[in-house]
Each structure stands twice: as C-alpha cells, then as structure tokens.
C-alpha cells in the first residue's frame, strides 16, 4: 500500500472527525415502519387524544349502636372506576366496587364476606349531528330521587330509607337523555327491573324523567316508574312516581331532596293493591372553607307491608358535622349531583341518627324498642 504523506493525511482525518458523529446519530434512527409522517403509534390508536381516566373512592367508618351496644370499625368499601372516550361519539365508563358484606351475611363469623360488584358499566353513543342526545346501556344509576349509591355523591355517612326502600338504586338496560334546552332535559330508561342484575320475570321496567333547570342553582324532577316485578308465577305491576330538587338560595347554603309514592298492584289477600309514600329534606350549610353541617329529616310510611314485612312508619333524623380537604376533579366524582358543591378530595364525617318506627323493631339489650341512636365516624376520600 502506497505510503500517504502526514502532510495530505491531515485535511482527511479532519473530514472524518467532523462526519463521524453523524454516521453515529443516524445509526440510532429507528427503521421507518410505514407510519405516516409525524405520527407515532400513541397518535395512531388514539392513546393520546382519548386517554383512559382512572378515578375512584374509598370508605372506612366506625358505627356505635346506643341501644344495643354494638360497635364495630372497618374498612368497608374501595371502588375504582375507568373512564374512556372511544371516539368523539362513543365513550365508556365503569365502574368496580369491593365492600365487606352488612348484615347477617357479616355477623356470627370470623370471616366476613367480601362482595365484589359491577356497580356501574355502561357504553354510551351521541348521535352525529345531535350533541344534545346520548343513548347508553349497560348497569347505571336510576336518575330518580336526590340520593346516590356512592357515599362520596352524598353529604351523610348512611343512606334514608326512602333510598333504601322507596325506589331503585340501580337498573341494568338502555338510558337516553336529551337536554332540549339549557333549562330542559328528558331522560327515558328501560331496565329489567328495580335494582335486578338479570331479568326475573319476562316484563321490563320502563320509566321517564322530566328535569327543569330555572337557574344555576336550582334543580326540579319529575319521574315515573312502571314495570313487572317479582319471581315467575308471582308477578305483578309496580308503580312509582318521584320527585326532587336541590336549590342553593345563597351561596353557603343547600335545600335538596325528594318525594315518592309507589306501589304493587295485586298482591294483597283478595287482588288489593300495596302502596308506600314517603319524603326527605336535606339541608347543608358551608360554615368556613374546611367545615360543613348536614341535617336530613324524613318519613316513610309502607301502609301494607310491602317494602319492610310489616305495616308501618319509620321517621329519622340525621345531623352530620363535617370536616373537608380538597376539591374534586371532573368526571363523576366532581360534583354533587343537581349542585355546585365540589366533591372534596377527603371528608371526615360525624353523624348522630335519630330513628323511630311505629312498631318495635330496633333490638337493645333489653328487647325490642321503637326508638334507636346510633353514632357514626366516617372517612372518605377520592382519587
């Protein structure tokens, strides 16, 4: 090989040190894959124009029974709940809740039973050219009443017995909404039943709700409920019809709550129709940034039996003192439902429930009495 002078060697080893850390960026260039130019493979699947969201809650509480002397603590509930947009028309929501059984299923054990629950799963289409329309099915919550399922969608520790008795909670088929006007919305729904994960019986529920929106701070519902209820070979037709509000007449202040009458057609000796009525109030009130109070009063009249085993009234009288940090983020867990009021991060919640039945139902360590205060330490916190 011919000897190369030092001299003429030099401009070519200068070219070469400039070049190389060219020839080295570009062996790190990945391979073209045939995606389109500037879009990676996030872009393409729509992970980052449709994220999914992850939110959800948790409860503990400790609960003292004055009349009976029980007391328990425990970490009663975990719920998560994914959310996400398919499209600009489809989307996605559902939601997992984890909660230690109550009641029977929970006593004389030294397991308790730990029930896991599709709470809510729906998939929801807007049609193109109609963004005020939505039709969704799957399990969803009854847009009836004032009250919710999740204690986080709630300003008290427990639930009234209009909820737990008066109306469903829950329905598992097809719900569509249109907001007709800023101040108008109409939400019809049919279901398999009041809170019937399958359909018992071969009729379905069907219902429809009226909602009027004169203000920011003002919410009004009418709603009815008409459908077969009860196992094969004892159905009958059940009825409901409800109304709630929620109104904020000044800025610390809220007024909410509801009235429903219901009833069983047929059931009783002779083909008598059962029926139950009731109605709640609620009322809050913002005492500084951190600190809240609730008071709810209700009454629930089952005149043959139908919702409780027995005829009778039951009344209660519920006053909860709060503490409160954070403010919620969007999505189902922002606000609480027909309000302004943000969901806070994380709640502390003390609650004295007065109750009172016309007949003795509530057992103490003497017998049976119609009168029962029990106290309540909540916590809640979303995420």
């Known amino acids: 090989m011919p000897c190369v002078p030092w001299r003429r060697a030099l401009p070519l080893l200068a070219a070469l040190t400039v070049a190389a850390p060219r020839i080295l960026r570009a062996q790190d260039v990945p391979v073209d894959l045939g995606e389109p130019s500037g879009q990676s493979l996030d872009d393409l699947t729509g992970e980052n124009r449709f994220p999914l969201q992850i939110t959800g809650f948790g409860v503990g509480d400790y609960g003292y029974d004055q009349r009976s002397g029980d007391n328990t603590a425990r970490a009663g509930k975990l719920a998560v709940a994914f959310f996400r947009e398919v499209s600009d028309r489809v989307w996605f929501f559902g939601q997992l809740t984890t909660a230690l059984a109550s009641g029977e299923d929970a006593a004389g054990g030294d397991e308790v039973p730990t029930e896991i629950e599709i709470d809510n799963l ?25 009250e919710r399922d999740d204690e986080p969608l709630n300003f008290q520790a427990t639930s009234s017995y209009n909820f737990e008795l008066a109306r469903p909670a829950k329905m598992v088929g097809l719900v569509g909404r249109w907001a007709v006007s800023p101040r108008l919305d109409l939400t019809a729904m049919a279901g398999n039943g009041w809170d019937a994960q399958l359909d018992p019986n071969h009729g379905k529920t069907g219902g429809l709700r009226v909602g009027l929106i004169p203000t920011e701070h003002t919410s009004f519902g009418v709603s009815g409920l008409l459908g077969a209820e009860g196992e094969p070979g004892d159905v009958h037709d059940r009825y409901l019809l409800s109304a709630d509000y929620a109104l904020e007449p ?29 109605a709640t109030l609620t009322v809050f009130r913002r005492l500084s940034q951190h600190v809240g109070a609730t008071l709810r009063g209700e009454t629930f009249r089952d005149r043959n039996g139908a919702r409780t085993g027995e005829a009778q009234t039951l009344r209660s009288l519920t006053f909860s003192p709060m503490i409160f940090v954070g403010s919620g983020r969007e999505g189902i867990f922002a606000n609480v439902e027909h309000t302004t009021f943000r969901i806070p991060r994380f709640q502390l919640r003390a609650e004295a429930r007065l109750d009172h039945s016309s007949l003795p139902i509530f057992e103490g360590m003497d017998g049976p009495h119609n009168w029962a205060l029990r106290y309540t330490l909540q916590l809640v916190t979303t995420f």
Do not use: M
């Not at 049609?127 to 799957?138: I, M, N, R």
């Not at 219901?262 to 029926?275: C, H, I, K, P, T």
């Open 250 to 278: 000044g800025r610390d202040w809220i007024l909410a709550g509801e009235a429903n009458l219901g009833g069983d057609r047929g059931v009783l000796e002779g083909g008598g129709d059962a029926g139950w009525y009731g």
């Open 122 to 146: 729906l998939v929801n289409f807007t049609p193109g050219g109609a963004s005020g329309v939505s039709l969704s099915f799957g399990k969803f919550d009854v847009p009836v009443g004032f």
